[in-house]
């Protein structure tokens, strides 16, 4: 290494954690509307539309978001319903959601969310979108994960 190298790297790292709390802050419904493609807007507007059906209880729209696999899966509107309301209640009755952005992983597109649940618990949820052959972005399912488990 040469010398004065130290130095260039705590100048990078200042300059990596100015640049970090200079990021644009988020607008009211939680997109980062200076920094979002077209295709994360087009991925956030079919989870906000099921969220917002599941905010109506409306099992026929809420389904309409699910990919194929996961309309087989559940077979019904009413099924898949039933399934996120008692398996996924942070997401059925969410108080508050941001997103976190798109990530790519294995060659999949994954929408990742804060989500302040029900019971004042808060999860990072993961949805894996799969883009239809029409072009429409569809959600392949999500997981949840408790942000206390993060610190485990």
């Not at 990596?16 to 077209?38: D, K, M, N, W, Y």
Request: glycine share 8%; aromatic share 10%; proline share 5%.
């Amino acid at each position: 290494m040469k010398k004065g190298s130290g130095m260039f790297r705590i100048v990078v790292l200042l300059i990596l954690a100015i640049g970090f709390f200079a990021l644009p802050s988020f607008s009211p419904s939680g997109l980062r509307a200076e920094t979002v493609s077209a295709e994360e807007r087009a991925i956030n507007a079919v989870i906000e539309a099921q969220l917002a059906a599941f905010k109506r209880h409306d099992a026929e729209a809420a389904f309409s978001h699910a990919a194929p696999d996961i309309q087989a899966r559940f077979q019904t509107a009413e099924n898949f319903i039933a399934a996120v309301a008692t398996q996924y209640l942070p997401l059925y009755s969410p108080k508050r959601v941001a997103f976190l952005g798109l990530v790519q992983e294995d060659g999949a597109t994954i929408q990742r969310l804060k989500v302040l649940g029900p019971e004042g618990g808060e999860y990072i949820a993961y949805y894996p979108m799969e883009r239809q052959s029409d072009g429409v972005w569809k959600i392949g399912g999500c997981y949840l994960e408790p942000v206390a488990g993060l610190d485990a």
